[in-house]
């Protein structure tokens, strides 16, 4: 079994968890929405889902990535939804949205028991936080791309992103 692994300037950190398959069904997790409701895996059924998964929205990588997510959101159409996952606490999460004005990307958290960051193998076992790294599933919840990035510094490769996702809609 190989070390998986991504960099936080220049510095390696573990990975926790598998990543799954594309082509495989998305596995099994359990987050909050803002309003501390459960959220599972059956909220990827019906429409085209972009999973994003940042280490914080309140750091300045975080921040810039879901804003440009949600700009991207109004090009997408009503069959697409984007969901933005992080280890931060749900109100946290609500302040930060408010306050930037994200309106077409949902936040859940994860802090919890870090389910989605373990099912989809992205948590960083030395900062407990999740890893940046952009999923994207079928109407049927079938992982269909998956882009792990390698340095946490930096952004996704967001034309990969949407081009994966414009093949699905």
């Given at each position: 079994m190989s070390i998986r692994q991504v960099t936080f300037q220049g510095s390696p950190l573990t990975l926790e968890g598998t990543e799954p398959v594309v082509g495989s069904p998305a596995p099994a997790f359990s987050v909050l929405a803002n309003d501390l409701s459960p959220v599972t895996e059956a909220v990827l059924r019906g429409k085209?889902?972009?999973i994003v998964t940042v280490p914080s929205l309140d750091t300045p990588v975080c921040d810039t990535e879901v804003r440009r997510f949600n700009r991207e959101a109004?090009?997408?159409g009503p069959q697409v939804q984007i969901l933005c996952v992080s280890a931060d606490l749900p109100f946290a999460q609500a302040r930060w949205c408010g306050?930037?004005?994200?309106?077409?990307?949902?936040?859940?958290s994860d802090h919890r028991d870090l389910s989605l960051g373990r099912a989809f193998g992205v948590v960083i076992k030395e900062l407990r936080l999740l890893?940046?790294?952009?999923?994207?599933?079928?109407?049927a919840g079938v992982?269909?791309?998956?882009?792990?990035?390698p340095e946490i510094t930096q952004e996704p490769d967001y034309a990969a992103v949407l081009a994966a996702v414009k093949k699905l809609v």
């Open positions: 085209v889902s972009v109004a090009g997408l306050a930037a004005g994200i309106n077409a990307v949902r936040t859940l890893a940046r790294a952009v999923f994207v599933t079928d109407a992982v269909r791309y998956a882009q792990l990035v």
